[in-house]
């Protein structure tokens, strides 16, 4: 299992859709069976996103030079094959040393680790940032939602959240069935299919879908990215049941101003890299 050690200070709740990104694709890197260990500053105990290969950790107070020793002891303890840096904020004080330049020196000495940099407009390059920015990959262009052509892509609705976390559950598949009623050729998908759903509410909404239970997919979540490949180009993403706090929401509402990746894209960058140093897999 390849490790992964991302760099960051966002949370999935942020108010804008930067960290919303950041997480869809640390939660898909880890549901693609890579073993992803989060690091910033006051993360571990602000992000409640659960998964058996995501951990996060603070082992620093934020990315000044002097929580450098911190980190590296927590590399030296992780042996990552990957380091990626995605979109740290930029420092409050301009002056202060900032970690990143000892940070690059160090990975640049492991010549198994592979280093990426992600950033999604010119306030992610500050000046303290550019000797790692410089010195790695940048995937950033290539985070691109638009969907590939390819045989799965036939859904005419697409709900990117599960049941359990809509706002009003049997309402919102009530209406599925009205609007795959009025177009008897359409299939619909549900990211995360029931999610959590009691025993009750599955019944009760079996009952809601039993005229077009046939044209409902129950989606593995897999990930905003992956789940938009299989959405037909003249479908739609319904979201007017999804939680206003679901971190999925926020980065719909921000399409198309951004672009973000698929993460079997992320998938195949990393490969490829650690494939042609020959690196082992854990």
Not at 212 to 224: H, I, K, T, Y
């Amino acid at each position: 299992m390849i490790r992964v050690l991302a760099l960051v200070d966002r949370l999935p709740s942020d108010p804008d859709w930067k960290g919303g990104v950041i997480w869809d694709n640390l939660m898909t890197l880890a549901q693609s069976e890579y073993e992803v260990l989060v690091v910033g500053p006051e993360l571990a105990s602000r992000v409640e996103l659960k998964h058996p290969n995501l951990k996060v950790a603070s082992p620093i107070k934020s990315w000044r030079a002097d929580q450098f020793l911190a980190l590296a002891r927590l590399m030296f303890n992780y042996q990552p094959d990957v380091v990626h840096v995605f979109a740290p904020r930029p420092p409050t004080y301009s002056l202060m040393p900032q970690l990143w330049p000892l940070l690059t020196s160090f990975c640049m000495a492991q010549v198994r680790v592979q280093k990426f940099f992600t950033g999604f407009d010119s306030a992610d390059h500050f000046p303290s940032l550019l000797t790692w920015i410089n010195r790695t990959p940048h995937f950033a262009t290539s985070l691109s939602l638009a969907a590939e052509a390819g045989p799965c892509r036939d859904l005419e609705i697409l709900l990117p959240s599960p049941i359990s976390e809509w706002t009003r559950p049997l309402d919102g598949l009530a209406w599925l069935a009205d609007q795959l009623c009025l177009a008897p050729s359409a299939v619909a998908g549900i990211l995360g299919g029931w999610g959590n759903s009691s025993s009750e509410l599955r019944r009760q909404g079996w009952l809601e879908l039993k005229t077009c239970a046939n044209r409902v997919r129950f989606l593995p979540d897999l990930g905003l990215a992956q789940a938009l490949k299989w959405l037909n180009p003249s479908g739609h993403v319904a979201t007017q049941w999804m939680n206003k706090d679901d971190m999925r929401l926020k980065v719909l509402e921000a399409l198309p101003e951004i672009e973000f990746a698929a993460l079997n894209d992320l998938s195949r960058l990393y490969s490829s890299h650690l494939n042609a140093l020959g690196s082992r897999v854990r």
